[in-house]
């Protein structure tokens, strides 16, 4: 497991740390992705141009977000392939 400050670039907060597991190229954070179950997906969030970002510059080769938020059932996925994320932030 790796742990990288990504901080103001979270767009959230000035302190804020995602942990990267490499061989499952797994990337665990906790409320910066909002992409929902169903329905037509919709522009990113600031919080979510900021994961893309950090991700990019970090090079992690992440296939999967594993996200902790919401703990109640608000319609959004918490599991969320990478590409779904590179979707949302550049349009393709």
Known sequence: M???VIGSKSQHTNDYL???FPSEK???EDDLVWIARQGPSRKASARQVGL????RDL?????TIVQ???VQDYG???VIP????EQSVTGK
């Open 2 to 4: 790796q742990i990288h």
């Open 18 to 20: 995602v942990y990267y």
């Open 26 to 28: 797994l990337l665990f």
């Open 52 to 55: 893309y970002q950090a991700i």
């Open 59 to 63: 090079k992690l080769p992440v296939e």
């Open 68 to 70: 902790s938020w919401p």
């Open 76 to 78: 959004v996925k918490t």
């Open 82 to 85: 990478f590409r779904e994320l």
